[in-house]
């Protein structure tokens, strides 16, 4: 990138002032926002939690990164989400199946985040591609959740009208996106808390 000079913008000296004034500040911010949220989460008294799966089937098969970023941009605005809700949060990076099914079956997990790609009736998780025909063997037994079921995945119909999430909410409580979902939706809901994710879900539901 240059300059109308046809000087390069990004100098050594732009750099290092961008990192000073910048990127710096907002670590130190993001640290202290940080540690007061994971206190606040270890006082909650409540065995209620909700799970937060992020999965690392992103842009290729695997992608490292894609658990650790989500976790990153989403961390302090839901954890507080939930805490208001009287739950602590339990994070699973590199979400697989498995994950998914341990938290279906603990009754102390009420609410259930799913980030990566999917459909109305899908999530791929970071081993395999979990449908509504795992869920239901996962469900064996187990009564349905109180809480919610957030789903950030796109919000296509794949091979049933039945979205996975109600297997295991009540309708009311099961949010999805209603359309092919982007980053920008993602990063909207991580900043936001889940709004434009309800939003949909709402009109979902009333339809």
């Not at 065995?47 to 650790?68: E, F, G, M, R």
């Not at 449908?131 to 919000?155: A, D, H, R």
């Not at 297997?167 to 009311?172: D, F, R």
Request: proline content about 2%.
């Amino acid at each position: 990138m240059k300059l109308l000079s046809g000087q390069p913008f990004f100098t050594g000296a732009r750099i290092r002032l961008i990192l000073r004034r910048v990127v710096l500040p907002f670590f130190i911010v993001y640290s202290i926002l940080a540690i007061s949220t994971t206190v606040r989460d270890m006082n909650i008294q409540s065995n209620q939690y909700a799970a937060v799966l992020l999965s690392d089937h992103a842009l290729t098969k695997y992608d490292y990164w894609a658990s650790p970023s989500a976790f990153f941009g989403s961390y302090i605005t839901w954890t507080y989400y939930f805490n208001n809700k009287d739950m602590k949060v339990k994070w699973f990076l590199r979400a697989k199946s498995t994950d998914l099914k341990r938290v279906i079956r603990d009754v102390n997990c009420q609410t259930i985040v799913l980030v990566g790609h999917g459909s109305l009736n899908t999530w791929k998780a970071t081993d395999m591609v979990v449908s509504n025909l795992e869920v239901e063997e996962m469900m064996s037994g187990i009564p349905k959740k109180k809480g919610e079921w957030l789903q950030l995945t796109c919000g296509e119909e794949d091979f049933s009208p039945v979205r996975m999430g109600e297997l295991v909410m009540e309708k009311e409580h099961v949010f999805t996106y209603g359309k092919a979902a982007t980053t920008y939706m993602f990063i909207a809901d991580a900043i936001f808390s889940f709004k434009y994710l309800k939003k949909q879900g709402f009109s979902f539901n009333r339809g």
